[in-house]
């Protein structure tokens, strides 16, 4: 295919990112709201360097030559992600100011050293002498040879001293400011919320750190170290250390990004320049705080919920309001949820039932992303104590969980857990958790599949479907998944189930097909779906192949889209929607009208070559008509959503959607509203009602 049909994925990434700060910018959300939207760009753009920044710069050094499917080498794509970063982080320091003013109206204000009284910098200068000083330590640099290893991402002050007489080379001194000193500190004000960022404080107060010294400058800086690296699995006899190793050279990896105040002097710019082996493009210089994601911390402010969003509860599906137990709940029919609007408890308590459970035999499950204090972890190490058989799948390669999932792998084999490492060369992305009942009419499996993480602390970030179900061809399916990935097995054929990357694409390619012949056969066609990425070439072929046979095409893809839609004789049947809202947009449900009879999935794969080919991952069928009805229900509800939603165009830029005719949709807080008026009609239901005896009935007035 021309590379003109494809929009670079970097770039699709970087547009992605901007319209989450578009949420941060827009006046209509709530001040701290916005602030969090901020964070969250800032956030994003540190892995971004961290990863796909870090692993082009490899190739270009490499001096590879290969170009990705829009025909850009690695060489260009760096240049054209600089541009555009650069401009990014304008306009998000632009936006800091906006929220800032925002702020001061509300009552909360960032200080810096001019705006203080008496009183407060003498309070500071306290702080300083007492605490501050006695934690942090400056180190003099004479040479490379002297420069300190610095943390990845943490805040560092450069200290540029005048010369001694008759010496005309500047003396620097790098000062960390660490991980756990506190970065915000709160100053006491009559009439705000008055706080002053540390490294404000500590240039204040330079002088102290160098008696005998003359400052000449003092500028807090930020390095971006590449930790685009993997295990050699083939030289790793041992997966768990493997792994630890890659944390280990992460600490050490080169710097990709160097982020600086804008108010760097020459001499301490060209300093660092050279000591941290960047380039002018890898330069960003910011006009405002550094580490703009620690400003998550700010966004929960006590006293101030006018600032932030309504709260919204998860609230708890009626399904399971007549059982006193999930297990005896889905036993009676399949159940399907949409997180975060509709809870993720269920699933704990599903995990936690079969901990508890005399009758249950054996639990299996896949361990992506956990919480800290997983009580789901805890029930499956409590099941294995209690003489269960507990199989778990802990992917260590989950990019940033490693240590986590190391920690846990550890914690749940001392409690007797089977623990698997993964599949040799893949990540094992898929969501299942299987649990083995002998009944008395024999053996039954309670399956739950999912979109989204083992993790009750993003279920309420993140909008995910759960499935519940004790189908029998699924429940063989899923158990020969698991012999499939924790044995030797060769993976056999499932008979409802897709999994890559033995046949998912095959799968959706087939649909796809199908589609084609039967829009060619005059036939209604139309494929529908929503997933974060769309990236996969030959995926991308397949629906210009079906825009181009008249299929209608409707796409609502959160982040990364190389398609191009709505060029004339390729895909102007293509439509692409995003949505940026409240909650990350985190669940994938695919449709295929299927001459009427509709076929509908949801899956744990994003449609990308990492997912389909490198990683397992599962579509699964919803083949019940209730749970089949919501599906379809959440999915047109994203692909209809004309207030967070933004249309791809065929230059890769997004435009607002306009209301048709004043019909306004928003689909977050469609399905929220959604989950309430579920439970309220249950709730109605049940209300006592009062009958009147009536003497015609056999008893006295």
Same mark, same amino acid.
């Given at each position: 295919?021309s590379?003109?049909?494809?929009?670079n994925r970097?770039?699709?990434?970087i547009?992605f990112?901007?319209?989450v700060l578009?949420?941060?910018?827009n006046?209509?959300n709530?001040?701290?709201?916005r602030?969090?939207?901020?964070?969250?760009?800032a956030?994003n753009?540190d892995?971004f360097?961290?990863?796909?920044v870090g692993?082009?710069?490899?190739?270009?050094r490499d001096?590879?030559?290969?170009?990705d499917p829009a025909g850009?080498t690695?060489d260009?794509?760096?240049a054209?992600?600089?541009?555009?970063?650069?401009?990014?982080?304008?306009?998000?320091y632009a936006?800091?100011?906006s929220?800032?003013n925002a702020c001061k109206?509300?009552?909360?204000?960032r200080?810096?050293?001019q705006?203080l009284?008496e009183?407060q910098v003498?309070?500071l200068?306290q702080?300083?002498?007492k605490?501050?000083s006695a934690?942090?330590?400056?180190?003099?640099?004479?040479?490379e040879?002297?420069?300190?290893l610095?943390?990845?991402?943490?805040?560092?002050l450069c200290?540029?001293?005048?010369?001694?007489?008759?010496e005309?080379?500047p003396?620097?001194?790098?000062?960390p400011l660490?991980r756990?000193?506190?970065?915000?500190?709160?100053?006491q004000s009559?009439?705000?919320?008055?706080?002053?960022?540390?490294e404000?404080?500590v240039?204040?107060f330079?002088?102290r750190?160098?008696?005998?010294?003359?400052?000449a400058?003092c500028?807090?800086?930020r390095?971006t170290?590449n930790?685009?690296?993997?295990?050699?699995?083939?030289m790793a006899?041992?997966?768990l250390?493997g792994?630890?190793e890659?944390l280990d050279?992460?600490k050490?990896?080169g710097c990709?990004r160097?982020e600086?105040g804008?108010?760097?002097?020459p001499?301490?710019l060209?300093?660092?320049?050279?000591?941290?082996d960047v380039?002018e493009q890898?330069v960003y210089?910011?006009?405002?705080?550094?580490e703009l994601?620690?400003f998550?911390?700010?966004?929960?402010?006590k006293?101030f919920?006018h600032?932030?969003?309504d709260?919204?509860?998860?609230?708890?599906s009626p399904e399971?309001?007549h059982f006193?137990?999930v297990?005896?709940?889905?036993?009676q029919r399949?159940?399907l949820l949409?997180h975060?609007?509709?809870?993720?408890?269920?699933?704990?308590?599903?995990?936690?039932?079969?901990?508890?459970?005399?009758d249950v035999l054996a639990i299996?499950?896949?361990l992506?992303?956990?919480?800290?204090?997983?009580p789901?972890?805890a029930?499956?190490m409590r099941a294995?104590e209690?003489?269960?058989?507990?199989?778990v799948?802990?992917e260590l390669k989950?990019?940033f969980?490693?240590?986590?999932?190391?920690h846990?792998?550890r914690e749940l084999?001392?409690a007797?857990?089977?623990?698997?490492f993964g599949?040799k060369?893949?990540?094992t992305?898929?969501?299942?958790?299987?649990i083995?009942?002998?009944?008395p009419?024999?053996?039954?499996?309670?399956?739950?599949?999912?979109?989204g993480?083992?993790n009750e602390?993003t279920?309420?970030?993140?909008?995910d479907?759960s499935?519940f179900t004790?189908?029998?061809?699924?429940?063989?399916d899923?158990?020969a998944?698991f012999n $499939?990935?924790?044995?030797y @097995? !060769?993976?056999q054929r499932?008979? &409802? +189930?897709?999994?890559?990357? %033995?046949?998912l694409?095959e799968?959706l390619?087939e649909?796809?097909?199908?589609e084609i012949?039967?829009k060619?056969?005059?036939?209604?066609?139309h494929?529908h779906?929503?997933?974060?990425?769309l990236?996969?070439p030959?995926?991308?072929? $397949?629906?210009?192949?079906a @825009? !181009?046979a008249g299929v209608?095409? &409707? +796409?609502?893809?959160?982040? %990364?889209c190389c398609?191009r839609?709505?060029?004339?004789?390729?895909?102007?049947?293509?439509?692409?929607?995003?949505?940026v809202?409240?909650y990350l947009e985190h669940?994938?449900i695919v449709?295929?009208?299927?001459?009427?009879?509709d076929?509908v999935?949801?899956?744990s794969?994003?449609?990308m070559?990492?997912?389909?080919d490198?990683?397992?991952?599962?579509?699964?069928p919803?083949?019940s008509?209730h749970?089949r009805?919501r599906l379809?229900?959440?999915?047109q509800s994203c692909?209809?959503d004309?207030?967070k939603?933004?249309?791809?165009?065929?230059d890769?830029s997004y435009?607002?959607?306009k209301?048709k005719?004043?019909?306004?949709?928003?689909?977050?807080?469609f399905?929220?509203?959604?989950?309430?008026e579920?439970?309220?009609?249950q709730?109605?239901?049940?209300r006592?009602?009062f009958?009147p005896?009536w003497?015609?009935d056999?008893?006295a007035i």
């Amino acid at each position: 295919m021309s590379p003109d049909h494809f929009i670079n994925r970097e770039l699709s990434w970087i547009e992605f990112n901007n319209r989450v700060l578009d949420e941060a910018t827009n006046e209509a959300n709530p001040t701290l709201e916005r602030l969090k939207f901020l964070a969250i760009t800032a956030s994003n753009l540190d892995e971004f360097f961290m990863v796909r920044v870090g692993g082009l710069q490899m190739q270009s050094r490499d001096r590879g030559i290969s170009t990705d499917p829009a025909g850009m080498t690695a060489d260009q794509q760096l240049a054209a992600i600089s541009e555009r970063v650069h401009r990014m982080v304008a306009d998000q320091y632009a936006c800091l100011q906006s929220i800032d003013n925002a702020c001061k109206e509300a009552g909360i204000r960032r200080a810096v050293s001019q705006d203080l009284n008496e009183k407060q910098v003498r309070f500071l200068s306290q702080l300083f002498d007492k605490e501050i000083s006695a934690i942090l330590s400056p180190q003099a640099v004479v040479g490379e040879a002297d420069f300190p290893l610095l943390a990845n991402q943490t805040l560092n002050l450069c200290v540029e001293l005048k010369p001694h007489d008759g010496e005309d080379v500047p003396l620097f001194a790098v000062i960390p400011l660490g991980r756990s000193t506190q970065r915000f500190i709160n100053v006491q004000s009559d009439h705000s919320y008055l706080y002053i960022l540390l490294e404000e404080v500590v240039t204040m107060f330079i002088d102290r750190f160098f008696p005998g010294e003359t400052v000449a400058a003092c500028v807090p800086f930020r390095i971006t170290r590449n930790a685009d690296m993997a295990v050699r699995e083939d030289m790793a006899a041992d997966l768990l250390v493997g792994m630890e190793e890659v944390l280990d050279e992460r600490k050490t990896g080169g710097c990709v990004r160097l982020e600086i105040g804008d108010s760097v002097s020459p001499k301490t710019l060209e300093f660092l320049m050279q000591t941290l082996d960047v380039t002018e493009q890898d330069v960003y210089r910011a006009s405002g705080p550094l580490e703009l994601s620690a400003f998550f911390r700010q966004t929960d402010i006590k006293g101030f919920d006018h600032l932030r969003f309504d709260s919204q509860r998860p609230q708890i599906s009626p399904e399971f309001e007549h059982f006193t137990s999930v297990l005896d709940s889905v036993a009676q029919r399949d159940v399907l949820l949409c997180h975060p609007f509709e809870s993720f408890e269920p699933v704990v308590r599903l995990v936690e039932e079969a901990a508890d459970d005399p009758d249950v035999l054996a639990i299996k499950q896949t361990l992506y992303r956990t919480s800290r204090n997983s009580p789901i972890v805890a029930a499956l190490m409590r099941a294995a104590e209690a003489g269960k058989y507990v199989t778990v799948l802990v992917e260590l390669k989950a990019r940033f969980d490693e240590a986590r999932n190391i920690h846990w792998a550890r914690e749940l084999e001392q409690a007797g857990v089977q623990v698997i490492f993964g599949v040799k060369g893949l990540k094992t992305h898929a969501k299942i958790c299987v649990i083995v009942r002998r009944e008395p009419q024999g053996i039954r499996r309670y399956i739950h599949f999912g979109t989204g993480n083992y993790n009750e602390m993003t279920a309420r970030l993140y909008t995910d479907i759960s499935f519940f179900t004790t189908d029998e061809t699924l429940g063989g399916d899923a158990s020969a998944f698991f012999n $499939a990935i924790t044995g030797y @097995s !060769q993976p056999q054929r499932f008979d &409802k +189930l897709e999994m890559a990357p %033995i046949g998912l694409r095959e799968k959706l390619l087939e649909l796809i097909a199908g589609e084609i012949q039967r829009k060619k056969d005059g036939s209604d066609a139309h494929i529908h779906a929503k997933v974060n990425s769309l990236a996969d070439p030959t995926l991308i072929q $397949a629906l210009y192949e079906a @825009s !181009q046979a008249g299929v209608e095409v &409707k +796409l609502n893809i959160r982040g %990364i889209c190389c398609l191009r839609p709505g060029v004339p004789g390729l895909s102007e049947n293509i439509e692409v929607v995003s949505i940026v809202d409240r909650y990350l947009e985190h669940s994938r449900i695919v449709h295929f009208h299927h001459g009427g009879d509709d076929i509908v999935f949801f899956s744990s794969a994003d449609w990308m070559p990492r997912n389909l080919d490198r990683r397992v991952e599962l579509l699964v069928p919803v083949e019940s008509s209730h749970c089949r009805k919501r599906l379809l229900k959440i999915l047109q509800s994203c692909l209809h959503d004309n207030v967070k939603g933004r249309r791809l165009q065929s230059d890769g830029s997004y435009q607002a959607i306009k209301p048709k005719q004043g019909k306004v949709h928003h689909s977050q807080q469609f399905l929220y509203a959604e989950a309430c008026e579920a439970v309220q009609r249950q709730e109605d239901s049940q209300r006592t009602v009062f009958v009147p005896y009536w003497a015609s009935d056999g008893g006295a007035i």
